[in-house]
């Protein structure tokens, strides 16, 4: 029977990936995180045009008395627990806001075309919202970095 053997630094509480510093203000740290699809790692990718590589730019909120330079390798981790937060405030919430608003409107009104576009209208203000709590949302989906 095989083991399960976990990495000495991994916590089975957090996501984790590697990246780079790109930049560094006076309240946060810019480190640019490869996401690379299973394809990219083929070693066909060039014959398919699969292949996706993309980049994203993380923004950690600088604490005190540790210092990085840019060009720095580090580990960018956050819980586990935030990224299913995540996920439901950006998909299952508004889905199930969208249903509701389709199954009620369809039953007052009883015309499917004007139910389907209440019931996409309805998530116009709740992305507005999303956005105008954006500093709140940012405060609550919090990035660490630890050196390698």
Same mark, same amino acid.
């Given at each position: 029977?095989?083991?399960?053997?976990?990495?000495?630094?991994?916590?089975?509480?957090?996501?984790?990936?590697?990246?780079?510093?790109?930049?560094?203000?006076?309240?946060?740290?810019?480190?640019?995180?490869?996401?690379?699809?299973?394809?990219?790692?083929?070693?066909?990718?060039?014959?398919?045009?699969?292949?996706?590589?993309?980049?994203?730019?993380?923004?950690?909120?600088?604490?005190?008395?540790?210092?990085?330079?840019?060009?720095?390798?580090?580990?960018?981790?956050?819980?586990?627990?935030?990224?299913?937060? %995540?996920?439901?405030?950006?998909?299952? !919430?508004?889905? #199930?806001?969208? *249903? $509701?608003? +389709? /199954?009620?409107?369809? %039953?007052?009104?009883?015309?499917?075309? !004007?139910?389907? #576009?209440?019931? *996409? $209208?309805? +998530? /116009?203000?709740?992305?507005?919202?999303?956005?105008?709590?954006?500093?709140?949302?940012?405060?609550?989906?919090?990035?660490? /970095?630890?050196?390698?």
């Amino acid at each position: 029977m095989k083991k399960l053997e976990t990495q000495r630094d991994c916590s089975l509480d957090d996501i984790s990936h590697s990246g780079l510093i790109q930049k560094i203000d006076d309240q946060q740290i810019y480190v640019s995180i490869v996401s690379q699809s299973a394809c990219a790692a083929c070693h066909a990718k060039g014959v398919c045009n699969v292949s996706e590589l993309s980049e994203e730019i993380v923004e950690v909120p600088k604490e005190a008395g540790i210092h990085y330079e840019v060009g720095q390798n580090v580990k960018v981790s956050m819980q586990k627990s935030l990224g299913t937060h %995540a996920v439901f405030l950006g998909y299952i !919430l508004p889905f #199930l806001i969208l *249903l $509701a608003t +389709l /199954i009620i409107a369809l %039953a007052i009104t009883g015309r499917e075309g !004007l139910s389907g #576009l209440l019931a *996409l $209208a309805i +998530l /116009i203000p709740y992305y507005l919202f999303l956005y105008t709590m954006r500093d709140r949302l940012k405060r609550t989906f919090t990035f660490r /970095i630890d050196p390698f």
